[in-house]
């Protein structure tokens, strides 16, 4: 079946610029998880939601950043003013919400803030 | 807070070579240990993981072994074959029904020699 998806693939934009990333989980996964990747480290963890509501949004960086799932399938992060510190690889993983549940990653969307 | 070390960074290994990557983790309370693979522009896959009440798990060509006392885990992959190379990224957790919140490595660069 098809896997978690995210759009767009890669993303250039200006300092102080506003994007949005977004994410298609697996359907039926009630949990949608969002990290940041940077090059040369392990994923760091943003925020998670069961349903629709942000179950942890304890990774969240800053005010500038913020994610909404509406209707508990398609997320999107939002990114207000970006900074060049942003740019890394935005990855986006489901499963069915249960404790412990394996992850599904999405193959992210490289963020370049020139 | 927690920390883990991952070595060695790169490692190239023969084709049909084994290949051991270590951890080490600084938190006693941790009781988790996932291992990742991440393919060049895919999100990180869940490969194998062992709890610390185990020592040593298998599946098929790969194995984790885990020393609690040396607070040391350990991926083994024998036979290697081209299709393993990847970045490999070991990670800890304190709670295994919230593995969101893992303190991941920096992540091993596996390079198979044909």
């Known amino acids: 079946g098809a896997g978690v998806s995210q759009t767009p693939s890669n993303k250039v934009t200006e300092k102080g610029k506003y994007v949005e990333l977004r994410c298609d989980p697996i359907?039926?996964?009630?949990?949608l998880y969002w990290y940041r990747q940077s090059l040369g480290q392990g994923p760091e963890f943003l925020i998670y939601?069961?349903?629709?509501?942000?179950?942890?949004d304890s990774g969240l960086p800053n005010d500038r950043f913020f994610a909404v799932r509406p209707e508990g399938s398609v997320s999107t992060l939002k990114i207000q003013r970006t900074e060049r510190g942003d740019s890394a690889v935005y990855l986006c993983?489901?499963?069915?919400?249960?404790?412990?549940?394996?992850?599904?990653f999405g193959p992210g969307t490289r963020l370049t803030v020139t | 807070g927690e920390n883990v070390e991952q070595h060695p960074s790169t490692l190239s290994v023969q084709e049909g070579d084994s290949a051991v990557i270590k951890c080490t983790y600084s938190?006693?309370?941790?009781?988790?240990f996932p291992w990742y693979k991440q393919e060049l522009g895919k999100g990180p896959q869940l490969i194998i993981d062992?709890?610390?009440n185990v020592g040593e798990k298998k599946d098929q060509r790969i194995a984790v072994t885990l020393n609690k006392t040396a607070k040391h885990f350990s991926l083994h992959i024998t036979e290697t074959q081209p299709e393993d190379s990847a970045v490999y990224f070991c990670?800890?957790?304190?709670?295994?029904?919230?593995?969101?919140?893992?303190?991941w490595g920096a992540g091993t660069k596996l390079i198979i020699k044909p």
């Open positions: 359907s039926g996964h009630t949990a």
């Open positions: 993983a489901s499963n069915n919400g249960l404790a412990g549940a394996e992850q599904y």
């Open positions: 938190d006693s309370a941790s009781n988790y």
């Open positions: 939601f069961q349903g629709t509501g942000a179950a942890d």
């Open positions: 990670a800890a957790s304190w709670d295994m029904d919230s593995n969101y919140q893992l303190i």
């Open positions: 062992i709890r610390s």
